[in-house]
């Protein structure tokens, strides 16, 4: 597989010089994403060290110059400043944020908030673009962050004859809206190859996006007519013969799936997909060439009353040899780092729905501002085996680096195999004292580190740095 040269980046410290107009906010703003970052919580009570910070905090997401936009500049910015000259992989992918359990305390009228996807409970919802390096899946960053939800009297599709609309009119648009704004802000690379799930298959997305610099990766939903073909796609790919196979590992507790070693048979071919029927009167080309894959578990290693592994993937990269193909499914498979990026924001790690903010505008910019930190945490925990020679300034400034140098002792055990492997002030270095003052015992046995570890050592980690430097400043 071609792999691109791997550009060492950094990442400027937190703040928002000039994104508020008003140098107070923008310091306040500074401190509570700190904090939310050390303390790993969004509950502002744990945030503030006293009451005037708690109110302090309160105001900042009541504050009107303190814009959802605004956040979301600053988050994206600090990731255009690291690609250049990289071939880079974007992510895009939607989730849910479910506040039910406090409807109590919100307003059915609030604009900023509506139903999510039962169509009961209150919430909204978060579509991030997550940029990863293309040599190794390291996130670097978000290339565009979007937060939208539902009205409550919203009519159903039928009602609003939801398929004539033009793609702009319709929620689905956000996949385009996101590629669109991601190729902008990530000019400055050299590559870029848009991944997304089988919402975003949409022949204007197919059509519009893809550039010389610009590729797509879709997971395909629709069994589209073929330009030059009486056959379906679906049914093309169906009538190829394998040219390769490899082994998917299926772990325990998947939903659905038995564990397994499945034994996955590949195929693809190159494609002409039809401009669909309702789009006939528009400008949109009759055809788009494209490559599309298929990679079908055997039926040797289906267990009985089990659906097989498939998926089916569009991209615009070249695909002529099975190493092509493998290289496409190593890519679209990383969305697992989005799915573990989302799970660090909700469930296993800053259980951002547990807020009890009263207000949607002020919800949406806490959850920007944890997706920032979610995202620490992430890379926090990828880098836990120094794979990707990161430095340890990627996460923490000099004087929490300072404070990890004393603490880093106190980790360590006695045999070869309890001391810290990875060179100094590395990211790597960094993760490891971490994950030991989150209760990794520090063995390889004993597997790595994962997000709920390295929180829970971020948390103690916090303790002692805030103790370290009141003792500092008393002395």
């Excluded at 410290?13 to 919580?41: H, M, Q, V, W």
């Excluded at 997304?196 to 997305?205: K, L, P, S, T, V």
């Excluded at 049914?235 to 190829?240: G, I, M, Q, T």
């Amino acid at each position: 597989m071609t792999m691109s040269s791997m550009v060492e980046t950094s990442q400027e410290p937190i703040s928002y010089p000039g994104y508020f107009g008003d140098k107070r906010l923008e310091a306040r703003g500074t401190s509570i994403l700190a904090n939310l970052i050390e303390k790993g919580t969004v509950m502002l009570n744990q945030l503030a060290t006293n009451r005037a910070e708690l109110v302090g905090a309160s105001r900042f997401f009541d504050n009107d110059k303190v814009s959802v936009d605004a956040l979301v500049q600053e988050a994206t910015t600090r990731c255009q400043q690291n690609v250049a000259g990289l071939n880079l992989l974007a992510r895009q992918d939607t989730s849910e944020i479910n506040y039910q359990r406090h409807a109590g305390i919100l307003n059915q009228s609030d604009a900023d908030l509506g139903p999510v996807g039962n169509n009961r409970d209150i919430g909204f919802f978060l579509h991030p673009t997550l940029v990863l390096e293309e040599q190794n899946g390291f996130p670097l960053g978000f290339s565009h962050i979007s937060l939208f939800n539902r009205s409550w009297e919203k009519e159903t599709k039928e009602e609003r004859k939801y398929k004539p609309l033009p793609i702009t009119e319709k929620e689905s648009y956000r996949w385009l809206d996101s590629s669109f704004r991601t190729k902008e802000l990530l000019s400055q690379a050299n590559r870029v190859t848009i991944i997304a799930d089988r919402e975003a298959d949409i022949y204007e997305e197919l059509v519009t996006v893809p550039d010389e610099r610009t590729h797509l990766i879709i997971r395909s939903l629709q069994n589209r007519c073929l330009a030059d073909r009486s056959e379906k796609l679906f049914d093309r790919l169906a009538s190829l013969a394998p040219v390769g196979s490899y082994q998917l590992t299926i772990n325990q507790g998947q939903k659905k799936r038995q564990p397994r070693e499945a034994l996955m048979e590949v195929k693809f071919t190159r494609v002409h997909l039809a401009r669909p029927v309702k789009l006939s009167r528009s400008s949109y080309p009759e055809q788009v060439e494209l490559f599309a894959m298929e990679a079908r578990e055997s039926d040797q290693t289906v267990p009985e009353g089990e659906e097989p592994v498939l998926w089916r993937l569009l991209t615009t990269h070249e695909i002529t040899t099975l190493a092509d193909a493998a290289q496409i499914i190593y890519w679209y498979s990383l969305r697992w780092l989005i799915e573990q990026l989302f799970r660090t924001l909700k469930h296993q790690g800053l259980d951002v729905e547990s807020s009890q903010l009263e207000q949607g505008q002020g919800l949406k910019k806490l959850v920007v501002m944890a997706l920032t930190a979610a995202l620490r945490i992430l890379q926090l925990v990828l880098e836990r085996e120094g794979r990707n020679g990161k430095p340890g300034t990627l996460v923490f400034d000099t004087d929490e680096l300072a404070g990890l140098k004393i603490l880093v002792k106190s980790c360590e055990g006695k045999t070869p195999s309890q001391q810290n492997p990875f060179p100094e002030w590395s990211l790597a270095w960094a993760a490891w004292i971490i994950a030991r003052l989150g209760g990794w015992k520090g063995y390889t046995k004993a597997g790595p580190a994962g997000p709920i570890t390295m929180k829970r050592g971020l948390d103690k980690f916090n303790y002692f740095f805030q103790g370290w430097l009141l003792q500092k400043m008393c002395a």
